[in-house]
């Protein structure tokens, strides 16, 4: 998947007004991450980053609280 694709899917899991805040993201050239809910304290401590290569998503991995 591209950054775009993988934005693409946030938006479709995540909607606007849905049970879940949408993830924030930070980015870089090689990786992307996206926490959770930083206003949950269930939540604001969980991580996913993401490395890039090509324009493409070659790994991926989910940081526990």
Partial sequence: MTREEVRGELVRRFPANG?????VEWASDEEFSFLL???DPCFNA??????VAAGKVV????LMD
């Avoid at 049970?19 to 993830?23: L, V, W």
């Avoid at 790994?59 to 989910?62: A, N, V």
Wanted: proline letters at 11%; charged letters at 35%; hydrophobic letters at 35%.
């Fill in 46 to 51: 969980e991580l996913v980053v993401m490395h």
């Fill in 59 to 62: 790994s991926k991995k989910y």
């Fill in 37 to 39: 809910d930083p206003n």
């Fill in 19 to 23: 049970r879940f805040a949408r993830p």
